[in-house]
């Protein structure tokens, strides 16, 4: 991780307290409550508006990516199809993943719909999407995320996946893309049962 990417990071922590582990060894097993998803509206992989407030009732998975990542998004993606898997009829009817782009520009709709076809995202519980570079900026920011172009046409960031309940509740963000799959498929599963 060069200087300015270690920077990006100690400055997500500093200004979004969240981001730090959000539960002690041995303590309470419920997630906490963070406080109220920021709404957004962007565009999908089918060219459709979808916004957040669309998805109420279901429990959202959020996350950050662009499809020309040559690192922490493809694993990212990876953990989050085995989820999928392994999650069988509640993918989709209860709970729904979101992927947005940090590369607008590059990312239509038609790059993420294929994206999403490689990677083997469920469409009916998958929405991957796009917008302005300002729409984007917009929601990155307001739930913690960091990103920027690189003159090489790379884009550096933090990587930062919420989970939001039922209610519009956020209850945990993980920071990175090393996190546990079996705790994020368990923490979601939570988060369904105690509807």
Known sequence: MNMRAALLVALALVAFPALLPAREAGGDKR??????APT??????????VALADLRGKVVALTFIYTDCPDICPLLTQKMVDVQDELGAKFGAKIAFVSVTLDPERDTPEVLKDYAQFWGAKPE????LTGSLEA?????????????KKEDGSVEHSQLTTLIDADGQMRVQYLGARFDPEEFRRDLISLVDKE
């Open 31 to 36: 997630l906490p409550m963070i406080g109220p």
């Open 40 to 49: 957004f509206t962007l565009t999908s992989q089918d060219a459709k508006p």
């Open 125 to 128: 519980g998958w929405s991957f």
């Open 136 to 148: 984007v900026r917009d929601v990155t920011r307001r739930y913690g995320v960091f990103f920027s």
